[in-house]
Nanobody
Framework: QVQLVESGGGLVQSGGSLSLSCAAS????????MAWFRQALGKERQFVAA????????DYADSVKGRFTISRDNAKNAVYLQLTNLKPDDTAVYYC?????????????????WGQGTQVTVSS
């Protein structure tokens, strides 16, 4: 069984930065792809970024490209999301997800494992 626990959310001013972490436990070898999604109040869950186990392949939503960076530390069973130049539109609950898929995918249906989410709030 896999468990994902996010941390690092909080309140930040527009233009600021945050670092999110996701700690994985359990059968983590079943998650070659790790990703971050977000869901704003009243909106659908949205893909943010994904990374392959080797780190050789990443994918980003156009809305965060150049501002967010995804990385992972397989030795620590962790995946990270560095958020910079934050905007009020980035306000959402951010979820870590693990997928038993060979390459990054943007659809949430590809991911079997989910964390409980961490709130990121960006004030203007």
């Amino acid at each position: 069984q896999v468990q994902l626990v996010e941390s690092g959310g909080g309140l930040v001013q527009s233009g600021g930065s945050l670092s999110l972490s996701c700690a994985a436990s359990g059968h983590t070898s079943s998650m070659p792809i790790m990703a971050w999604f977000r869901q704003a109040l009243g909106k659908e869950r949205q893909f943010v970024a994904a990374i392959k186990r080797s780190g050789s392949s990443t994918d980003y939503a156009d809305s965060v490209k150049g501002r967010f960076t995804i990385s992972r530390d397989n030795a620590k069973n962790a995946v990270y999301l560095q958020l910079t130049n934050l905007k009020p539109d980035d306000t959402a609950v951010y979820y870590c997800a693990g997928g038993e898929i060979p390459s990054p995918r943007r659809g949430s249906e590809w991911y079997s494992y989910w964390g409980q989410g961490t709130q990121v709030t960006v004030s203007s």
